[in-house]
């Protein structure tokens, strides 16, 4: 739809109390991120943090011939499937508990948020104490109930493993909140009418609450996609910055090694903007394919 | 800076700030790594603190990115001379301009004991393995080792370095290239891993907070750490020993650790009166008397001619001891290219622990991403 200038006259007053928020948005997100596709084409690095020079392409065809970036990218895909699965599958299932008449619900509830109003950078050093092998809360009860120790820290994937338990953690009261919500939502109505027509439960689950509390879980789903592509505190803190050997990285905090411990901000401009185009690709795809954006009503 | 040190400092704000009504002093505490990250970025973005404190090997990154000021236009020669130059020079010089002035000399490792569990340390690294045995103890009765003889971070190559230099290497040459794939590496690696993994006197997992908290709490007899955290054992009633870190058998080398100026460089973008007020806080916070404060509490060597051959200071047994470890150190360069050889160090020497690959492999695999990170950025 065309804008013209009569549009514009007319409507003056809302461009005017807009205005401030444009600018905001234009100083703190336009800006950086036309200056990062710049950056991205640029040698800028710690010799040449002044005296940068445009190079074309080289960063992207640096970055995509590097194996490191597509072994990131396959475990970044992995962490965020196995976290997103958990955090839907587990917020889910509480809130459909919590939904129910239950004795002590608010004080559930409330219980059930602590993990995502505790600061992420607490947690996530406090789950790693908990994952050291000799010392370890986990390591120690597993241990004791097992038998066994787990080396979570010292080996990649135990640290993978340990990144994502601290995420599922963090991750699924936002899920649980947003269903809760959703669920609040459906006329009880729909229910008594499945219990007429004597629908069991897991009819009533599939055919009323699931289509219902779609619209409201897809965004968030989308959004839970998005944030756990780009969780960059859990993994960075978990693993103590990538350890073992800088191979518990996702893509974001690999970005951010190689842009502010070792300081190559062509080449993690041009990573981020890569990036950037997976996840819009993948966003717009997703809210296309989901219908997400579409009224249920 | 750890608690203790953050306390001192405050104080220090405080008593300074009663003379300064109408500014206000206040500190920020970051993990050395962070902390230069994030004064770079703030100082590069026009603001960041006035004076930015740490060791000396951040200057060359520092300098390169712009973001210290040169300081020997500020400061007079009789101001500059009140520093000791010997067993390191306190302040640090680099590309022909000052840029750190210190507060203390060293940032050393050495060996901590506690005196209850050890009162005689190990001289040898045969020593260490022999008395290791005997202070290795399971506590409890499971099977498993609840008191270690010896608990460092060892992962960390920072404190891994000494040991490659008592094997006769070094990291990095005259010219400022890595020095990584040689045998002295390897067997400083094999070393290590073997304590962990044959002897079985250090634990298997242990970085810095797992092997202070075991000093801490008793289950480990030694530790090797810094003088950041000597102020921190004494606060919770430790009776700490401080020695070199056992000399390596084969070689007859002690161990040396780098050793290092710690002090303040001033924010770039500082002009007018806020820098003369910085400059008159450095003065401050460098002055005898103040370093003597920390020197009591914390067992750092003071930069301070008047401070250092203090009789205190000279008397002190620990500081003794410590400037004993420093006489075998060696001097850690200021130059970027550093910055990229611990860099590259990390992921395979970490490798090691792992089981992923061997220390010749690691070795070799440092080397060359030293050299790559080394190019990439110079080019």
């Known amino acids: 739809m065309a804008i013209g200038v009569g549009t514009i006259k007319n409507n003056r007053l809302a461009y005017v109390y807009t205005m401030p928020a444009l600018i905001v948005m234009a100083a703190v997100v336009v800006y950086p991120f036309l200056y990062n596709i710049v950056l991205s084409f640029s040698n800028m690095n710690l010799s040449h943090f002044y005296n940068w020079r445009i190079i074309g392409l080289g960063n992207y065809l640096n970055v995509l011939k590097e194996s490191t970036f597509w072994y990131f990218l396959w475990k970044t895909i992995l962490w965020t499937v196995i976290n997103v699965f958990f955090h839907v599958t587990i917020g889910v299932f509480l809130a459909l508990i919590l939904n129910k008449d239950i004795k002590g619900k608010s004080y559930f509830r409330t219980l059930l948020i602590l993990p995502w109003a505790v600061p992420q950078y607490i947690t996530a050093l406090t789950w790693r104490g908990m994952f050291n092998s000799e010392y370890g809360a986990i390591s120690l009860m597993i241990d004791r109930l097992f038998g066994i120790q787990i080396p979570w820290l010292t080996t990649e994937w135990g640290a993978f493993a340990a990144c994502v338990i601290t995420n599922v953690w963090l991750g699924f009261p936002f899920m649980m909140i947003v269903a809760l919500g959703g669920l609040q939502s459906i006329p009880d109505e729909l229910y008594e009418a499945a219990d007429i027509d004597g629908a069991s439960w897991w009819h009533k689950l599939r055919n009323i609450t699931i289509p219902l509390i779609k619209p409201v879980m897809i965004p968030a789903i989308t959004l839970g996609i998005i944030w756990t592509f780009n969780n960059f505190n859990i993994v960075w803190l978990v693993s103590n910055g990538g350890e073992p050997a800088d191979t518990t990285h996702i893509l974001v905090s690999w970005i951010y090694k190689s842009g502010f411990r070792y300081f190559r901000m062509g080449y993690a401009a041009a990573f981020s903007m890569i990036i950037f185009l997976i996840l819009l690709i993948f966003s717009f795809n997703f809210i296309k394919k989901t219908k997400a954006a579409e009224a249920v009503y | ?379």
């Open chain 2, 1 to 379: 800076m750890r608690p203790l040190a953050t306390k001192i400092l405050q104080q220090k704000l405080e008593e300074f700030s009663q003379k300064h009504p109408g500014w206000k002093f206040a500190q920020l505490f970051y993990e050395p790594e962070t902390a230069r990250t994030n004064y770079i970025i703030s100082a590069m973005g026009g603001s960041g603190p006035a004076l930015f404190w740490g060791a000396s090997d951040n200057i060359g990154p520092l300098v390169e990115l712009k973001v210290i000021k040169p300081l020997e236009q500020y400061l007079d020669a009789a101001f500059l001379d009140s520093f000791i130059t010997e067993p390191i020079a306190a302040n640090t010089w680099f590309q022909g301009h000052l840029y750190q002035i210190a507060d203390q000399v060293g940032n050393h490792l050495c060996l901590v004991y506690n005196k209850k569990l050890v009162p005689d340390p190990p001289k040898t690294m045969a020593e260490l393995r022999k008395l290791g045995k005997e202070l290795t103890k399971d506590l409890n009765g499971d099977g498993k080792p609840d008191r270690y003889a010896l608990a460092w971070n060892y992962t960390e190559p920072f404190f891994a370095v000494p040991f490659i230099y008592g094997y006769g290497g070094r990291i990095l040459d005259e010219n400022n290239q890595p020095t990584l794939n040689t045998k002295a590496t390897i067997q400083a690696a094999q070393l290590i891993y073997d304590l962990a993994n044959k002897d079985r006197i250090i634990p298997l997992e242990c970085d810095y907070e797992v092997s202070n908290a075991l000093f801490l709490d008793g289950y480990a007899a030694m530790i090797i750490n810094g003088p950041w955290s000597w102020g921190t054992y004494i606060e919770n009633g430790i009776d700490i020993g401080i020695t070199r870190i056992p000399q390596i058998d084969e070689t007859g080398l002690w161990p040396s650790p780098m050793v290092s100026p710690l002090g303040y460089s001033v924010n770039i973008n500082l002009e007018g009166e806020k820098l003369m007020v910085a400059l008159e806080l450095l003065k401050f916070l460098t002055s005898a008397e103040v370093e003597l404060q920390f020197t009591r509490a914390l067992g750092t060597i003071p930069s301070r001619k008047q401070a250092f051959f203090d009789p205190s200071v000279m008397q002190n047994d620990l500081i003794r001891s410590s400037i004993y470890q420093l006489e075998v150190g060696t001097l850690m360069p200021g130059v970027t290219e550093l910055r990229w050889i611990w860099d590259a160090m990390r992921p395979s020497y970490q490798s090691i622990f792992t089981g992923q690959i061997k220390p010749d492999q690691a070795a070799l695999a440092m080397q060359q991403l030293a050299e790559r990170l080394i190019t990439e950025n110079r080019e």
